[in-house]
């Protein structure tokens, strides 16, 4: 189960609501699946989770592009690697293949967590030296 703690925080206003949200759509599907809701149900969950996030992407490549930031070229690397992954996910989605499991939730869970502690961490510095905080 995820949730959002303080040692989360990039230190960037935006940033931080979005991956609340992020977190908050992952516990949905969490708490979804548990309860054995409806395939169209988590369908829905995961494709809005999955919407929010490519948006989420963007509004950060935005800022590596405007702040020149040292580190765009691996971040986005990724950002990419997560993007395919779940475009697989979503398709075996469509074709009946996938079921929403705890493989796909600590998936999702130790991804996030990884990525917003390690690598989103790393351009804190460089968005608040550019007055984005
Ligand atoms: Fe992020
Ligand atoms: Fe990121």
Not at 86 to 105: H, Y
Request: with cysteine; aromatic share 12%.
């Amino acid at each position: 189960m995820m949730t959002w703690k303080n040692q989360f925080s990039v230190g960037v206003k935006t940033i931080d609501q979005q991956h609340k949200k992020i977190i908050l759509y992952i516990d949905e599907l969490n708490r979804a699946m548990k309860k054995g809701k409806s395939r169209v149900i988590l369908r829905d969950i995961f494709l809005k989770l999955d919407n929010y996030i490519i948006d989420h992407f963007a509004t950060e490549e935005k800022y590596f592009d405007k702040f020149n930031f040292p580190g765009t070229l691996a971040h986005k690397r990724e950002h990419k690697e997560f993007s395919q992954r779940i475009s697989t996910l979503k398709q075996d989605f469509g074709e009946g293949k996938l079921l929403v499991s705890m493989e796909l939730m600590d998936f999702l869970t130790e991804w996030w967590t990884n990525h917003i502690m390690g690598d989103d961490k790393e351009y804190a510095r460089c968005f608040n030296e550019h007055g984005l905080s």
